[in-house]
């Protein structure tokens, strides 16, 4: 059973940072490929970032590459998600994301498990 918690949501003014966190509940964590999505209000959920199972290899939206950072402690099984220069597009509910890793690198946006979400709401 996989189960993901994420934390670390809020209300930021524009320009402001924020980290989120996200606590899996994973058998060998480090078997995992780990993401970052979000879902504004009427719109689909989008793919935010992704990363491998051991921090090796890396995947971005282009609206977030150079503000936004994925990252992982293995060792604490957890994702983190550190956002800044944040801006009011990207206001959202932000969901973690797991799938098993075949291979050293990602390959693809594709994942299997879900949380549920957090909220990030960055005011102008």
């Known amino acids: 059973q996989v189960q993901l918690v994420e934390s670390g949501g809020g209300l930021v003014q524009a320009g402001g940072s924020l980290r989120l966190s996200c606590a899996a509940s994973?058998?060998?964590?480090?078997?995992?490929?780990m993401g970052w999505f979000r879902q504004a209000p009427g719109k689909e959920r989008e793919f935010v970032a992704a990363?491998?199972?051991?921090?090796?290899?890396?995947d971005y939206a282009d609206s977030v590459k150079g503000r936004f950072t994925i990252s992982r402690d293995n060792a604490k099984n957890t994702v983190y998600l550190q956002m800044n220069n944040l801006k009011p597009e990207d206001t959202a509910v932000y969901y973690c994301?797991?799938?098993?890793?075949?291979?050293?690198?990602?390959?693809?946006?594709?994942?299997?498990?879900w949380g549920q979400g957090t909220q990030v709401t960055v005011s102008s």
């Open positions: 990363l491998n199972w051991n921090g090796g290899d890396t």
């Open positions: 994973i058998r060998a964590f480090n078997n995992y490929n």
């Open positions: 994301a797991s799938v098993r890793a075949t291979s050293y690198r990602l390959t693809g946006r594709e994942f299997e498990f």
